[in-house]
């Protein structure tokens, strides 16, 4: 079995595969404080509840643009799996041609989900990822990652807006029936999210207008992409909340042949050298 992650700005996302198939998977909050062993004790408990065991394991690889957590997840991996998770970063091989100004300053979490979008549905395409910030990555038909746009994600533009007001607070991020508000409540779900709609609708005309490729089609994940497609008016073409994750699994099988083997180590016998050198 394969275990991808991608830990996000406020999220890290898992999943695993069981051959072509990803047969479950979970999202969890990053936690900066937490150390390996919470972490090997969260992920046991989540595959406790599928009947996996870290030893159905055979495989890891995870994309972070949270440098922070990046040691304690790999030294987790690494100690209850007993494996070292490939990490999406230079020297993998993407099967993309990036066009960009220093291409190292792409965010992992972009290429993972441009890889997913042409691999899965072709190019051209523009990717749009609803997260803590709202990224949109313009590729090729021929698979060339051409740049894009970095915009402020729904929660972030809400949270900055009340924390920098006086008299307004959190609302539920729904889309209300009418643009023309009635209350303060529904004048914020209408300015947030009608605004991110416009912001979607005009970003994604400028690209396709600017670049040429009129006919790239919208490929969006993220928990609020449903916010922009609720609307009656089809903007994005393609919603797929598991493009992250699909993305590990093609780098992996594209990568996993060409990376150095670290053979898989014994746990039962590194628990207890663990536990020997704790007691001393």
Request: charged share 20%; with cysteine.
């Amino acid at each position: 079995m394969l275990l991808v992650i991608d830990v996000g700005n406020t999220n890290i996302k898992m999943g695993v595969y069981n051959g072509s198939k990803m047969i479950q998977s979970w999202r969890i909050s990053v936690k900066v404080e937490r150390t390996s062993d919470e972490f090997g004790a969260t992920m046991s408990t989540l595959f406790a509840g599928k009947n996996i065991t870290f030893g159905d394991i055979d495989g890891v690889i995870m994309s972070s643009v949270c440098p922070s957590v990046n040691y304690t997840i790999e030294h987790a991996c690494e100690y209850y799996i007993g494996i070292k998770p490939i990490a999406v970063g230079m020297g993998i091989k993407t099967g993309l041609d990036v066009k960009y100004t220093n291409p190292h300053e792409v965010g992992a979490d972009r290429i993972v989900n441009s890889v997913a979008a042409y691999k899965l549905y072709g190019g051209p395409c523009i990717v749009v990822d609803f997260g803590t910030a709202t990224t949109f990555n313009l590729i090729s038909a021929k698979g060339e990652f051409l740049g894009g746009c970095i915009a402020p994600g729904i929660k972030s533009a809400m949270e900055s807006l009340v924390n920098n007001t006086a008299r307004l607070t959190n609302v539920e991020l729904v889309r209300p029936e009418s643009i023309v508000g009635k209350t303060t409540e529904a004048n914020l779900q209408a300015g947030i999210i009608y605004g991110f709609t416009g912001l979607v609708k005009y970003i994604i005309a400028k690209l396709r207008s600017d670049s040429g490729l009129e006919d790239a089609k919208v490929v969006a994940t993220g928990g609020l992409s449903q916010l922009v497609q609720s609307g009656g008016e089809k903007i994005l073409d393609i919603v797929d909340r598991s493009l992250t994750l699909k993305g590990l699994k093609i780098l992996y099988d594209a990568n996993a042949a060409n990376m150095p083997q670290h053979p898989k180590r014994h746990q039962s016998a590194d628990h207890q050298h663990r536990h020997e050198n704790n007691a001393n």
